[in-house]
């Protein structure tokens, strides 16, 4: 709670956090920056792709309307998947 409140009132300046943030809590930021597009499934002992919607979730951190009027999101992918992001990310802005 203290970290989120220091955040909120922008003492910390950078936030770093896990996946699970982007649901949840309210943490607007001007600049988002997702490293990678996967997770380890300990299940199934291999990497599998975080669905769609929280990849957009994860995005959706930057430009809150009530608190910027523009921002930033970067997605780092492993280049097979670069070509997918990008269009799916251009569909996104532009709708």
């Given at each position: ?80 998947k670069k070509?997918?992001?990008f ?9």
């Amino acid at each position: 709670q203290l970290v989120e409140k220091f955040y909120l009132e922008g003492k910390i300046m950078i936030l770093i956090a896990t996946s699970t943030l982007a649901w949840g809590v309210n943490f607007p930021a001007h600049l988002v920056v997702v490293k990678g597009t996967e997770f380890f499934d300990g299940a199934t002992k291999r990497y599998v792709d975080f669905p769609i919607t929280d990849v957009l979730q994860m995005m959706g951190r930057a430009g809150r309307p009530q608190f910027d009027d523009k921002a930033v999101a970067c997605i780092f992918v492993h280049e097979p998947k670069k070509h997918f992001y990008f269009r799916w990310s251009r569909v996104c802005m532009n709708s």
